[in-house]
């Protein structure tokens, strides 16, 4: 009943940055917490980045300093700001978000979409 889309990937060389967004396809459920995660070949997917109820955040220290995530409610999106970007931080970035209503909870996970960052 929840879907997830995530877009705002690309090419950015070095040192540049990007903004990545969640967006629900439903404004029925409220977004209890969401999740961004990052994978590359041959790894496990990462949780890089989470924020909760009442806009609490925690970061790999991977990312720290470098990244932010912050939501939207009325648009059913969640950011993720990225500066200073690295080549290590090239990846596919998924979002996975924590759903409620009425005391019913669901989970979901978006499709992904890939950053790569040039040297």
């Known amino acids: 009943q929840v879907q997830l889309v995530e877009s705002g990937g690309g090419l950015v060389q070095a040192g540049g940055s990007l903004r990545l967004a969640c967006t629900a396809s439903t404004t029925t459920f409220s977004i209890n917490a969401i999740g961004w995660y990052r994978q590359t070949p041959g790894n496990q997917r990462e949780l890089i980045a989470n924020i909760s109820a009442g806009d609490s955040t925690n970061y790999s220290n991977s990312v720290k300093g470098r990244f932010t995530i912050s939501r939207d409610n009325t648009k059913s999106t969640v950011y993720l700001q990225m500066n200073s970007l690295r080549p290590e931080d090239t990846a596919v970035y998924y979002c996975?978000?924590?759903?409620?209503?009425?005391?019913?909870?669901?989970?979901?996970w978006g499709q992904g979409t890939l950053v790569t960052v040039s040297s």
């Open positions: 996975h978000g924590e759903f409620e209503l009425a005391g019913y909870i669901l989970y979901a």
